[in-house]
């Protein structure tokens, strides 16, 4: 046996053995930085990537009269991967090391971001579209083989901890990925009159972008050389010849337990509601604040920053368990924060001219999304520790794969209630009258998870457990 499999033998025995109160297990690991790294390198470029290519989408040749069909169609194509591959990645990450599956999903990070580097110069929506649709396929096996992961690598007493860095990590690559491609479509993009020239996103100095987005993927591939090896979950597990019969089987899995299957739906609305937040920010930016692209970069780092403090906060307040009482507060607070997002008064600003940072309405609209993200980090966390600790060990990746369907669905049909809700022919909301639709869709679940905190409470009180 090799020195990096005994030592991710032994990690994987301290996270399933018994920790005394007073011990202090160790998190800080090779393993545990090297994944956390490789993963924050992989939320960078997919949010750079994104949001690069949504404001060159935005001004192109034959898509500048529809804002909100770029929106929608860049959110589908990016998420549609998660749900045709969820059979494939779950077999995976329990047939083969994971630190295998990371390492390829990462060299072929690399291959598709020089492809959309060529989508971009040739100004080709639909190219960049596939190219999205690429880095979503990547991701799709990515996401389930690094969650899979970390009870390993993780001892059990720090998992709530480990998950809140992981999130924090997670949400500040966010943060930049949005922020930098916003700034870098603005520093690359003529603007004589104050608008972006028609067809030419990205054109000017382009060698800067791409730059970036080749940096970020070769230093993500570095980092995953380091990631330990890891025993396959199940090494007999059958390559899934009908992946969609595969899929059924592992979403039928994952519903028979039936606590769990409650818990991923609950971690999936989060998904979907966040998705929805995302794409009405780009809206909320340009219709009520009146602010310039790269300023609705800062509006997005707000909401992230919010989402990682609110996950610190939870792993903190967590205490070496995993404490759903956050779940319902957390909920709470979301309709709290959306319905005040939903009272943002509108930025005045003249023709072709934008609204200063000071101006009211952005400050007002920025702490609301700090607000909101914060909550919604108290309400995610909780639930993800949950589906790691209570997942059976041997069908982990499944069950980790099968919460991946359900969490990018919700994303994937989020995005597009959104573009109902924006679009001109059909509901025609505002983008206040947006946050106003956030509120009404999470009081089901607040209630939900009140009546289930209740029932929980009751059942430790009356049975001991």
């Known amino acids: ?80 991967p998660f749900l045709l591959l969820t059979a ?58 690094k969650y ?20 924090l990590t997670t949400l500040i690559a966010c943060v930049g990925g949005q922020l930098l491609g916003s ?7 003529l603007m004589p009159d104050g608008k972006p020239q028609i067809g030419q996103g990205g054109l000017y100095h382009w ?27 199940d090494p007999q597990a059958r390559f899934p010849l009908n992946p969609f019969y595969q899929t059924f089987a592992d979403l039928r899995f994952l519903f028979r337990e039936r606590f769990l299957f409650w818990v991923a739906m609950g971690s999936s609305f989060f ?7 995302q794409l009405n920010i780009d809206k909320f930016g340009d219709e009520i604040l009146c602010v310039r692209q790269d300023h609705i970069g800062l509006l997005l780092v707000a909401l992230s920053l919010g989402l990682g403090f609110g996950a610190m906060l939870a792993g903190k307040l967590s205490r070496g368990r995993v404490e759903l009482g956050m779940v319902p507060i957390g909920a709470f607070f979301i309709i709290v924060f959306s319905v005040v997002l939903g009272l943002t008064p509108h930025a005045s600003a003249g023709e072709n001219a934008y609204a200063s940072l000071d101006s009211f309405p952005f ?4 702490l609301g999304l700090l607000l909101l993200g914060t909550s919604s980090g108290m309400f995610d966390i909780p639930l993800l520790a949950t589906l790691q600790t209570k997942s059976p060990e041997t069908h982990r990746g499944r069950i980790m794969a099968a919460y991946n369907f359900y969490s990018f669905g919700a994303m ?54």
């Open 363 to 366: 400050i007002y609209g920025t």
């Open 88 to 145: 494939y990645a779950g077999f995976f990450c329990d047939r083969c090391d994971r630190r295998k599956v990371i390492i390829a999903c990462k060299i072929a990070e690399v291959i598709i971001i020089v492809m959309g580097i060529f989508g971009i110069l040739a100004q080709s929506v639909p190219f960049m579209l596939v190219v999205l649709c690429l880095l979503g396929a990547q991701s799709a096996f990515f996401s389930p083989a």
């Open 148 to 167: 899979s992961s970390l009870p390993t690598i993780v001892p059990l007493a720090r998992i709530s901890e480990a998950n809140g860095y992981y999130s």
């Open 271 to 277: 998904w979907g509601l966040g998705a929805l937040a």
């Open 412 to 465: 994937a049909l989020f995005s597009v209630f959104q573009g109902i809700l924006a679009d001109k022919d059909s509901l025609n909301l505002s983008a206040n009258g947006i946050w106003i639709a956030c509120a009404v869709l999470t009081v089901p679940v607040f209630l939900f998870a009140v009546r289930a905190f209740i029932t929980q409470t009751r059942d430790f009180i009356t049975h001991g457990k």
């Open 1 to 80: 046996m090799s020195s990096s499999t005994r030592e991710i033998d032994g990690a994987a025995a301290g996270a399933n053995a018994f920790v005394p109160p007073d011990s202090s297990p160790r998190l800080w690991t090779k393993g545990f930085i090297a994944i956390l790294i490789t993963q924050f390198m992989v939320a960078l470029n997919d949010n750079l990537f994104r949001w690069l290519i949504i404001p060159i989408g935005k001004y192109a040749v034959g898509w500048s009269d529809n804002p909100d069909k770029v929106r929608s169609i860049g959110a589908v194509v990016f998420l549609l």
């Open 207 to 233: 060698y800067w972008w791409a730059a970036a987005l080749l940096a970020v993927a070769l230093i993500g591939l570095i980092s995953s050389l380091f990631i330990p090896k890891m025993r396959p979950c």
């Open 183 to 189: 700034t870098l479509f603005v520093m690359t993009t």
